[in-house]
């Protein structure tokens, strides 16, 4: 679930290059315009006092491309951004960076929809597994699932707490198609794992298991 191909990509300074457009008295970039920069990226759309400031679509050298609002020079309010391996965000901007709502759909077909905090999945939001149409709805901390969520299959359902990206502590799973739901909690242990160098002491990985207590029929509305 990582933002592959999310690296941003650095935009050349606005009075580079060559520029056709409107100026204005004192002979700044000052309303429409197109420049292609020195890089060989190129920009096309709104500027004020010099700088890209409004509607505008920037094109990188590489195939990515950036459509929506800039605001001093930097992405600013609601864009599209498209990477150069096919996935796109497209939500709310704040200096440069994902930031407010949005939708990321990654090259495997996997999306976020929800709340971004500096450029990573932070906030209330629902990721969907392409895959599997599996899904996880609920809370994200810098990036990974963090606090209480529902993890979503197709014939059952988690609920519960969530730590460091796995299920943690109490929670339930939920069998609509047979009536029931477990109720337990996941338990961490530390398992050392060897490595292949003998003089190397063994990595300590973390595992969590899921322990059931009680088993309850679920109540018809």
Not at 143 to 154: L, T, V
Not at 162 to 170: I, S, V, W
Request: aromatic share 12%; with cysteine; charged share 30%.
């Amino acid at each position: 679930m990582s933002d592959d191909g999310s690296e941003e990509f650095p935009e050349e300074g606005t009075n580079l290059g060559t520029y056709e457009g409107d100026r204005n008295e004192a002979d700044e970039r000052h309303g429409r315009g197109k420049a292609v920069l020195p890089n060989g990226d190129t920009y096309e759309g709104e500027y004020q006092h010099g700088m890209r400031h409004g509607k505008g679509t920037y094109r990188f050298k590489n195939g990515a491309r950036y459509i929506g609002d800039y605001a001093k020079n930097k992405k600013q309010g609601l864009g599209e951004f498209i990477y150069p391996d096919g996935s796109k965000y497209e939500g709310n901007w704040q200096d440069d960076l994902r930031n407010g709502h949005g939708k990321y759909t990654y090259v495997n077909g996997d999306t976020y929809e929800g709340e971004w905090n500096n450029h990573v999945r932070h906030g209330q939001g629902k990721y969907t597994y392409q895959a599997t149409a599996s899904q996880y709805i609920g809370t994200w901390k810098d990036g990974k699932r963090e606090g209480g969520g529902e993890w979503i299959h197709n014939n059952h359902k988690y609920v519960g707490g969530f730590a460091n990206d796995q299920p943690h502590g109490e929670g339930k799973y939920v069998f609509q198609h047979v009536g029931c739901e477990q109720r337990g909690e996941y338990v961490t242990h530390e398992l050392p794992q060897s490595n292949e160098e003998e003089e190397e002491e063994p990595t300590i990985i973390t595992v969590a298991k899921w322990k059931s207590k009680t088993i309850h029929p679920l109540i018809s509305a």
